[in-house]
């Protein structure tokens, strides 16, 4: 069994900073990805950023230039620093990981997510 806890989310004022983390625990074999997604209200969930085990990253075009993800692979976490954050990013975070728990199995798992609001 493998769980993604997420904490860090909260009420904050446009342009100030916040940083989620993202724990992995469980039966983990090993990591591939990580990656951060969001939804807002009324919308579909969408990618946020991703981070592979390499340290390689990819952003979603809104949020390049204001939001950093990270991994400390010994750990199994993976953090979102955002910065400049604005109204629109308000949305329920929610952490994502390509795991390998056996040697034959490979899953995608999902936190419960965690709410932002940017609002002043």
Same mark, same amino acid.
């Given at each position: 069994?493998?769980? /993604?806890v ?7 004022? *446009?342009?100030?900073s /916040?940083?989620?983390? &993202? ?9 591939y ?7 807002? *209200? ?5 990618? +946020?950023a991703?981070i =592979? ?5 990819? #952003?979603?075009?809104? +949020?390049?230039?204001r ?11 993976? $953090?979102?620093?955002? $910065?400049n954050?604005? *109204?629109?990013? =308000?949305?329920?975070? #929610? &952490? $994502? ?16 997510? =965690?709410? +932002?609001? +940017?609002?002043?």
């Amino acid at each position: 069994q493998v769980q /993604l806890v997420e904490t860090g989310g909260g009420l904050v004022q *446009p342009g100030v900073s /916040l940083r989620l983390s &993202c724990a992995a625990s469980g039966s983990i074999f090993s990591i591939y990805s990580m990656a951060w997604y969001r939804q807002a *209200p009324g919308k579909q969930r969408e990618f +946020v950023a991703t981070i =592979t085990s390499g340290a390689s990253t990819n #952003y979603a075009d809104s +949020v390049k230039g204001r939001f950093t993800i990270t991994r400390d692979n010994a750990k199994n976490t993976v $953090n979102l620093q955002m $910065n400049n954050l604005k *109204p629109e990013d =308000t949305a329920v975070y #929610y &952490c $994502n990981a390509d795991i390998r728990t056996t040697i034959t199995r490979r899953s995608d798992y999902w936190g419960q997510g =965690t709410q +932002v609001t +940017v609002s002043s």
